[in-house]
């Protein structure tokens, strides 16, 4: 068989497995009815129907109907139920809340129950702007399916549900937990989540010393869905949630979610309508799943381990301390095998530099080819993190792109010996072994296996045939692992940052150089790609738009203060709707300093003044040096923003000089000798009904923007105290 023929044959195996790890990336199928013991999905759906009909934040009526349904439920499946309420002061990114939550725990006692136990977690709060299906309405609903099944077949470990409030807002109902009760007595903490509206579960983020709960996570469920790269790069994010009070606080666990969908995120849509019914059917196999497994664990504390899944079905995971072994090992055969095979160093180096300057080239074309596309479509700015509806065609148009550029940096080192073809990628991939499995560890899988299952084609380069068939190893290697993880990493990033995917990508992908070095017709390797990629990219550009089922996220904001009243949006510009009250010059102001909740500019147009009732703050004492005062909302106000200067207090927790409060009035007490200056905004949901009026309603393509993305409706209600 001619190279040319192996070299393709060994390119299409290569995109089935790749193809194949894929389509395996998917949730399991929904079970609509089961044996008792079982988890159903069915079962849970009947819950999330109870749970998801509106949205329910912290401090609403349907926050406390929510919270009402769960602790009823969970009583009436035998578990002892208590509904805590706290009132709690966290510091958070520079801003403090104080807020009064309410907690639902429901405990299942174990048959033999030891010092410690097991915790499962979720947050039964959902933002304003969304009904909480998935976030996180799944994982409620999945977490009473999964008691109603544990009371058929008790473990002997206690097992206790947790479903706390206040989490959209800065993870209050966790602070209010650990605080109260503090960590000692659990020997491990499971929380679920979800960032959009469907996909498998994958978990994320483990706590100290975890190896015994991925052994345990490995059998847990029929798709076990994790790598220790993710661990990795979410401890280097700023995102959080309920788990970071816990691991925080020194409790070991692990924390797992689904994102997919992403689109559904915060959205109205994250609804019944578009919750994928798998992903519920996949938090509730491993919920259950886990709990039997540690359903008799005595917890003892464990290591740090290294692991990822294989085609969704099997979760490889071994020690943190072995992975510095066969990183040991593997550059020993690397260097065995270079001493063998004696490659030119000149060569070696030349192909090595090759496949570097095809990350960066194809880093930086993909970083200006998406600065181009959102430059020329402005409707992008509109979607969360820019995110495409159609955004398909742009992962494979630039996934093709990296390709094209990895055949054309091939070219270059076309005509080198199979020897050094092959121990350039195998040199640079040895490098990242070494560096990650110093400095990352649990991301050095992804250089371990791909390299050490190359190293033969290094040992026999000399074999014309054996060598080139050999070649393949790794890169089929590398296409089990790596095409999950790009998928996962641009979802989690984003189409701005999808240079990072690219390059990732790009990682696995020099090691194709010796295979693609035998590609007949060179040329047309590099222009076919090329070609393709022009043409998925432009189908992609071309479809960026909004319709009824691509609806555009837009928001509009009714200010009145003591200087007037004020439309306002925070999108990028005004769309069809906004346009209607902002008109079609709108100035552009920076609000921030007096209303910090609009963080960015925003447009602004003149609006007729209603009357709306206000926040107040009054005097309860002055004493020297010191002033204590009680700040209340209005009635119709979701939470109230404090502006006040330094040295203030909630109880004995100090404030910052921002403070929201929500569930109604707060005491501050501030040191201060003269007059008190106080900055009171409160926010309403949605628009106030003669503000509504004017606007009218949204066009069919148009929607509420979803929150975390920029300031949705609301009417914001300014005043300014002198104390």
């Excluded at 033999?112 to 799944?138: E, F, I, N, R, Y």
Aim: aromatic residues 6%; charged residues 15%.
């Amino acid at each position: 068989m001619r190279n040319g023929v192996v070299a393709l044959v060994l390119l299409a195996v290569m995109g089935v497995v790749g193809t194949l790890a894929v389509l395996a990336f998917q949730p399991p199928s929904p079970v609509a009815d089961a044996p008792p013991e079982r988890f159903s999905a069915g079962r849970a759906e009947a819950h999330l129907a109870q749970i998801a009909q509106r949205p329910h934040p912290i401090g609403t009526a349907d926050n406390e109907r929510v919270r009402g349904y769960i602790a009823d439920t969970a009583r009436s499946l035998g578990a002892d139920v208590t509904e805590e309420t706290d009132q709690v002061v966290v510091q958070r990114r520079g801003v403090t809340r104080v807020a009064t939550v309410h907690n639902v725990i429901a405990e299942v006692r174990g048959t033999a129950p030891g010092a410690k136990a097991l915790l499962l977690l979720s947050h039964h709060d959902s933002v304003p702007t969304g009904p909480g299906a998935a976030d996180d309405g799944a994982a409620v609903a999945a977490m009473l399916e999964t008691l109603r099944a544990l009371r058929t077949t008790p473990v002997p470990n206690t097992v206790r549900f947790v479903f706390t409030d206040g989490e959209e807002v800065g993870l209050l109902g966790a602070e209010a937990y650990v605080r109260r009760h503090g960590v000692a007595d659990l020997g491990a903490v499971l929380n679920f989540e979800a960032r959009g509206g469907g996909g498998p579960v994958w978990m994320f983020q483990t706590g100290p010393g975890s190896s015994g709960l991925i052994d345990a996570f490995g059998e847990a469920s029929s798709r076990p869905i994790a790598n220790s790269l993710a661990v990795e790069v979410y401890q280097r994010m700023p995102n959080s949630t309920d788990f970071t009070v816990f691991i925080e606080a020194g409790a070991p666990g692990l924390n797992s979610a689904f994102i997919e969908r992403v689109h559904h995120y915060h959205a109205p849509t994250d609804d019944l309508v578009h919750l994928d019914r798998g992903s519920v059917q996949h938090h509730g196999e491993t919920m259950l799943g886990l709990v039997r497994a540690l359903g008799d664990a005595d917890f003892e504390p464990g290591g740090a381990s290294v692991y990822f899944d294989l085609f969704s079905r099997v979760l490889v995971h071994y020690p943190a301390w072995l992975a510095y072994a066969l990183a040991g090992l593997t550059v020993a055969g690397l260097a065995a095998a270079l001493v063998r095979v004696r490659p030119s160093a000149t060569g070696t180096a030349a192909v090595a530099a090759a496949s570097v300057g095809a990350l960066l080239a194809a880093g930086a074309l993909s970083l200006g080819v998406w600065w181009v596309v959102s430059s020329t479509r402005g409707e992008l700015a509109f979607l969360p993190l820019s995110e495409p509806y159609n955004r398909g065609w742009f992962v494979a148009g630039f996934a093709v792109l990296g390709l094209a550029v990895l055949a054309a940096a091939v070219r270059l080192v076309r005509g080198r010996s199979r020897a050094e073809l092959v121990a350039g990628p195998l040199v640079f991939t040895a490098v990242l072994l070494v560096v990650t499995v110093v400095a990352v560890p649990g991301a050095s899988f992804l250089f371990q296996w791909p390299l050490l299952a190359a190293l033969p084609a290094l040992w026999w380069a000399g074999s014309e045939r054996a060598g080139l068939w050999l070649a393949g190893a790794g890169p089929l290697v590398a296409a089990a692992v790596y095409p999950p993880l790009v998928g996962t990493l641009l979802v989690a990033l984003g189409m701005p940052l999808v240079a990072v995917g690219v390059v990732f990508a790009l990682l696995a992908g020099v090691l194709l150089v010796p295979v693609l070095a035998e590609v007949p017709r060179p040329a047309a390797a590099v222009l076919v790609p090329l070609v393709a990629a022009v043409a998925l990219l432009a189908s992609g550009v071309a479809g960026v738009g909004f319709d009824r089922e691509s609806p555009r996220p837009d928001s509009l904001v009714y200010l009145v203060d003591d200087a007037g009243a004020h439309w306002l949006t925070p999108d990028p510009s005004t769309g069809p709707w906004t346009a209607k009250v902002l008109g079609p010059d709108p100035e552009r102001v920076d609000l921030s300093e007096r209303f910090p909740v609009l963080d960015e500019p925003v447009l602004r147009a003149p609006a007729p003044r209603h009357d709306l009732p206000k926040p107040t703050a009054e005097v309860l004492e002055r004493t020297a040096g010191e002033v204590r005062l009680r700040v209340a909302p209005s009635p119709s106000a979701w939470r109230t923003q404090v502006a006040l200067p330094g040295g203030c207090r909630v109880g004995e927790e100090p404030v910052g000089t921002i403070t929201e409060v929500y569930g109604g009035p707060a005491e501050f007490t501030c040191a201060v000798t003269g007059a008190l200056r106080v900055e009171l905004t409160d926010h309403w949901i949605g628009l106030p009904e003669p503000a509504a009026a004017i606007a009218g309603p949204r066009p069919d393509d148009s929607t509420l923007v979803p929150s975390g993305t920029r300031l949705y409706d609301s009417a914001l209600v300014g005043t300014v105290v002198t104390l």
